[in-house]
């Protein structure tokens, strides 16, 4: 487990790469739970016409995760998931899931009720998504992972289709009532991702 705190986009992905290239069978897994300053990050699928419609200075990043568009800020908890998909035993589908779940059952602790969408992954409340989930698997381990809203703006979603969705909601923890503190959430969002891999 690494608590990395406020960390920039660039650097944290080409270390999770590095991490996976160089692992070997025996490699721990690790969980990265951090945030970054404002950047926009579009998946391999990614496609321009779901990008920034304007130039509001936040700089666009093309990954090697799947899925759209999607943006991370300051007040967004992030947790990349590095795993050995093929010791765990486990699938993207099933992991996927698990993912979504942590975040559902963290959202449940507040009595707040959200789910998924298996059209369009990722964790919701009501119409309005709340989490983002992406990941990239190289020789059987994976990297990237999922993002969730807490405190963070909510405005630089708007410039953009998010996940490639137009008009698409977006929303956040303190929006539904949730006083907890980012470094809380991040605790509990780490226990259900454990339990969730276990």
């Given at each position: ?40 990050t579009a998946g391999i699928a990614g496609r321009p016409e779901h990008w920034p419609r304007t130039d ?65 992954p990722g964790v919701y409340t009501g119409t309005a998504k709340i989490a983002a989930l992406g990941l ?47 470094r809380q959430l991040g605790e509990r969002l780490i226990r259900h991702i454990r339990t969730l891999l276990?």
């Open positions: 487990m690494r608590r990395l705190g406020l960390v920039p986009y660039v650097p944290t992905w080409a270390r999770m790469r590095e991490f996976t290239a160089t692992r070997g069978a025996d490699t721990p897994d690790e969980l990265w739970l951090l945030e970054h300053p404002p950047v926009y509001n200075g936040i700089p666009v990043v093309r990954v090697d995760r799947g899925g759209q568009i999607t943006y991370h800020g300051p007040g967004q908890l992030v947790a990349y998931l590095l795993l050995d998909m093929r010791r765990r035993g486990i699938g993207v589908r099933p992991l996927v899931r698990r993912m979504e779940q942590a975040v559902i059952d963290l959202l449940a602790d507040y009595g707040i009720a959200a789910h998924g969408r298996a059209e369009a990239r698997v190289r020789n059987g381990c994976c990297y990237h992972g999922l993002a969730l809203n807490v405190d963070v703006a909510l405005e630089p979603f708007g410039a953009i289709d998010p996940c490639g969705y137009p008009g698409l909601e977006v929303t956040r923890t303190r929006d539904l009532g949730i006083t907890d503190s980012r276990q």
